[in-house]
């Protein structure tokens, strides 16, 4: 069966810290890969997609980076973290070729950016 | 671009009553249309999805929901709640490969 690992579950940083925030999914293959970050009120915006490796499309211009450096693992990082990045960050993936046909999510990081 | 618009940001009901949770969306091309629920403590879980065919499709837990193409609405209905039922509901579009969530509605059932 598939499952998607996320970590840390929590994080801590000062201001201007690098950030790195990984989420690898095992079982399946070649699967679309998401990036969103979760704020109350304002659901889930979507930050970063990549249909395969190397392949990130970028959403939300913003102080954030993503990267696919293998099928099954995509990262999400920061050189230089503001205030405005804290939040609650959830890793999906889904399979399909044309499009989403359901997204299975990751138990998320809580970053406090002090 | 793809938008969607829950018009409703907190519910709360009692056991049995009926709920319905508004969601219209906006994207120029075929979408594909989700609710996802987030029960407290859990992770985000699909409850019923549109992609094609009869309008009215239904999920889990006795959830339904009615596509209105005029409308650009995907409204979530249930005939009666229960107090398991609390959670958190969001609307989602799909278009290709991009999914766009609307904010969310609280759903808080007294028993």
């Known amino acids: 069966s598939q499952t998607i690992h996320q970590w840390p579950a929590t994080l801590v940083q000062p201001v201007g810290s690098p950030l790195s925030l990984e989420c690898t999914v095992e079982?399946?293959?070649?699967?679309?890969l998401y990036w969103y970050r979760q704020a109350a009120g304002r659901g889930l915006q979507l930050l970063f997609y990549s249909v395969g490796i190397g392949q990130i499309s970028s959403e939300v211009p913003q102080n954030l980076s993503a990267s696919r450096p293998q099928d099954r693992q995509f990262i999400l990082s920061s050189k230089k973290l503001l205030l405005s990045d804290s939040g609650f960050y959830l890793c999906?993936?889904?399979?399909?070729?044309?499009?989403?046909?359901?997204?299975?999510f990751g138990s998320g990081t809580q970053l406090s950016v002090l | 671009a793809q938008s969607v618009s829950q018009h409703n940001h907190h519910v709360i009901l009692s056991e049995a009553a009926s709920l319905e949770l508004g969601c219209n969306y906006s994207?120029?091309?075929?979408?594909?249309l989700f609710w996802y629920v987030q029960y407290p403590g859990q992770h985000l879980q699909l409850l019923l999805k549109y992609f094609s065919g009869d309008p009215l499709v239904k999920g889990i837990k006795g959830f339904e929901a009615e596509f209105i193409k005029s409308k650009f609405s995907f409204n979530l209905r249930k005939p009666s709640v229960q107090w398991s039922d609390t959670a958190e509901y969001f609307c989602a579009v799909t278009g290709g490969f991009k999914t766009i969530f609307g904010a969310g509605t609280r759903l808080f059932v007294k028993a």
């Open positions: 994207y120029g091309g075929t979408v594909n």
């Open positions: 999906a993936w889904s399979v399909g070729t044309t499009t989403n046909e359901k997204l299975f």
């Open positions: 079982g399946t293959s070649n699967p679309n």
